[in-house]
């Protein structure tokens, strides 16, 4: 079997994948050029493990390129699913946020408030501008495009 495994000098592996050519257009990188390969770091320096962790990677990104090429849409449960995710991701960096603020004083305590108001504001209104990175970044890695507009009550269907 190909090796999808590569380790920098002194660090962990990472799992590279080459983008298939036909479908580079559809994987626009942060700077909306076309990528040539995912690199994703693995989290471990164990080759064993890397191993099985690629494998699994491996057949994630097999799976997303064949979406791709039939141009298969995303359903609403997965629209909701990548909300979730968000949701959740935001949730924890919160969390870390607020762990922290017992520290902080004044001016940068009422910022962060100010930032938490904001958002659950953004939220309870539809509003998800906010959420346009996390958008943009779930399009680039599945190669699809997100309409905007997602139908009304998918926060209904969210976890609080």
């Given at each position: 079997?190909?090796?999808y495994?590569?380790?920098?000098?002194?660090?962990?592996?990472?799992?590279?994948?080459?983008?298939?050519?036909?479908?580079?257009?559809?994987?626009?990188?942060?700077?909306?050029?076309?990528l040539?390969q995912?690199?994703?770091?693995?989290?471990?320096?164990?080759?064993?493990?890397?191993?099985?962790l690629?494998?699994?990677?491996?057949?994630?990104?097999?799976?997303?390129?064949?979406?791709?090429?039939?141009a298969?849409?995303?359903?609403?449960?997965e629209?909701q699913?990548?909300?979730v995710?968000?949701?959740?991701?935001?949730?924890?960096?919160?969390?870390?946020?607020?762990?922290?603020?017992?520290?902080?004083?004044?001016?940068?305590?009422?910022?962060?408030?100010?930032?938490?108001?904001?958002?659950?504001?953004?939220?309870?209104?539809?509003?998800?501008?906010?959420?346009?990175a996390?958008?943009?970044?779930?399009?680039?890695?599945?190669?699809?495009?997100i309409?905007?507009?997602?139908?009304?009550?998918i926060?209904?269907?969210?976890?609080?």
């Amino acid at each position: 079997m190909k090796s999808y495994l590569v380790q920098p000098k002194g660090k962990g592996y990472a799992f590279r994948l080459a983008v298939p050519q036909s479908l580079r257009g559809r994987f626009p990188s942060r700077q909306g050029r076309p990528l040539r390969q995912i690199t994703e770091g693995l989290g471990t320096d164990s080759r064993k493990e890397a191993e099985r962790l690629a494998a699994k990677r491996l057949s994630h990104w097999q799976s997303v390129f064949d979406r791709a090429r039939r141009a298969v849409p995303f359903t609403l449960a997965e629209i909701q699913d990548a909300a979730v995710e968000c949701y959740r991701a935001t949730v924890s960096q919160l969390s870390g946020v607020a762990d922290t603020m017992a520290d902080l004083i004044g001016t940068e305590r009422e910022w962060l408030q100010s930032l938490v108001r904001v958002t659950g504001l953004a939220l309870a209104n539809d509003d998800f501008k906010m959420a346009t990175a996390h958008i943009e970044a779930v399009e680039r890695r599945h190669g699809v495009t997100i309409a905007k507009g997602s139908p009304k009550g998918i926060r209904d269907h969210m976890p609080v």
